[in-house]
């Protein structure tokens, strides 16, 4: 914390080696370290900043998923950081607690360079998130879970430039950049915060012999917590459950076959994999657990009081029929007005969308209320084919019209050949 109070991290996006199989290393890019980054935390209220270098062979950028903020500190293709410099990005964190993350936003390359190793999250607290009851020993019970999917060739980590319709789909799952990962939990009640790190795989996360609970999804804490058996996370979207353990047994993190909806050719894009992910290994005795709080927090955003509704159609590589172009701005919106924006998946194969600086809230799909656990606050959604989401949104605060902030598929491949748009808020 500097002497005006900003807390102040530093972030060096590095080449690195990381060891993941016996008797092999393979070349890894990491934040101030070999792969993946070290994971920030701020409070509510706190002015932040983060000093970003780049140490890579290659200019790259550093976005805040999920964070919102002014357009110039966003850190997507327009904030590119050449090799060799440092880009201070700074603001006032002012939005619920929630599990967010940070990712570089290369034009084009963002596949690449998550892929390799960077990525880490970055949480933050606020007073709701203290009152919810939840596990908050951080590593003890609380507990960071980034699911990436990998492709191994004699140890060497491969990406695979050919792939499929979403991607890279690798066969080797690793949690927190370890493989086999096993948890060993001292509590009655652990929270898992999962984030779908992958560049395109989506998975359908649960366990066979017990449900879990639900208590937080992208934009913080549910309206209460929700029982499931089962939940799809597609790239970049966060979930936070809560595992009751009884002493002395073990119980596997999975991903059953993903419900993909109405694609083509569900075994090319993922459709029939399952894979264990996270072994959890109860210790003999465990601390007991306090239950979480019936209720958590009030939200809603007014669908009634939209002022404009948009509408985007995503098909192939495109947005309403345009690749991405970082020199056109496809929308301009107005700062203190609520938007619905429409949200078609054209094809038969899988896309998701994700709208930086704000939080959103599903309306309907195809006009149907959302199921619990795609009824908060979200700012990344997997969008099956042939399906129209509606969501509602509110532009706060930021203004800018010369820097826009992005809209896009989070599968990478995807958002990296042009299923991409750009927003300024006037
Ligand atoms: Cu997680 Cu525009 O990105
Ligand atoms: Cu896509």
């Not at 609380?142 to 499929?164: A, H, M, R, W, Y």
């Not at 898992?192 to 359908?204: D, E, H, P, Q, W």
């Not at 994999?273 to 009030?298: H, I």
């Not at 010369?402 to 991409?420: K, Q, T, V, W």
Request: a negative charge; glycine letters at 10%; hydrophobic letters at 35%.
């Amino acid at each position: 914390v500097a002497a005006d109070g900003t807390r102040v991290f530093t972030l060096d996006a590095r080449e690195g080696s990381s060891q993941f199989l016996d008797d092999a290393t393979t070349a890894t890019w990491g934040f101030n370290g070999d792969f993946l980054g070290p994971t920030l935390r701020a409070e509510r209220g706190e002015q932040v900043a983060v000093e970003v270098t780049n140490s890579l062979p290659e200019a790259t950028s550093v976005h805040w998923h999920g964070m919102h903020l002014p357009a110039t500190m966003d850190g997507g293709p327009h904030q590119s950081v050449e090799p060799g410099q440092t880009w201070r990005a700074e603001w006032t964190i002012n939005q619920p607690g929630a599990t967010l993350w940070y990712h570089p936003h290369p034009h084009g390359r963002t596949e690449q360079h998550v892929y390799k190793g960077l990525a880490g999250l970055f949480l933050l607290d606020d007073g709701e998130t203290e009152a919810a009851g939840l596990p908050s020993a951080y590593g003890v019970d609380d507990i960071p879970v980034i699911v990436q999917d990998k492709s191994f060739d004699d140890g060497e980590l491969t990406i695979d430039d050919g792939g499929n319709e979403v991607g890279l789909l690798g066969s080797t799952i690793m949690v927190n950049g370890t493989i086999g990962a096993v948890l060993d939990v001292t509590t009655e009640i652990v929270r898992l915060r999962i984030l779908n790190g992958s560049t395109a795989r989506t998975y359908s996360f649960g366990f066979d012999d017990r449900s879990f609970t639900l208590v937080a999804t992208d934009g913080g804490l549910l309206r209460a917590p929700v029982e499931l058996d089962r939940i799809r996370l597609s790239p970049a979207e966060r979930a936070e459950i809560l595992v009751r353990m009884e002493p002395g047994t073990e119980t596997m993190l999975h991903s059953f076959k993903p419900e993909l909806g109405r694609v083509v050719v569900p075994f090319a894009v993922g459709g029939n994999d399952e894979f264990d992910v996270l072994r959890l290994r109860a210790a003999d005795s465990l601390t007991p657990s306090a239950e979480p709080a019936a209720a958590f927090t009030e939200f809603g955003l007014d669908a009634e009081t939209a002022t404009t509704t948009r509408t985007f159609q995503l098909q192939d590589r495109e947005i309403n029929g345009q690749r991405m172009d970082l020199g056109r701005i496809d929308e301009s919106v107005y700062v203190d007005t609520t938007e619905i924006w429409e949200v078609r998946n054209q094809d038969l194969s899988p896309h998701n969308f994700h709208v930086h600086d704000v939080q959103f809230e599903i309306v309907d799909i195809d006009g149907d209320a959302p199921p619990p656990e795609l009824a908060g606050r979200k700012d990344t959604i997997y969008t099956e084919p042939q399906r129209t989401y509606r969501l509602v949104m509110r532009f706060e605060e930021y203004t800018d019209p010369a820097m826009p902030y992005m809209f896009h598929c989070h599968l990478l491949r995807h958002e990296d050949e042009g299923l991409m748009g750009q927003f300024v808020v006037l």
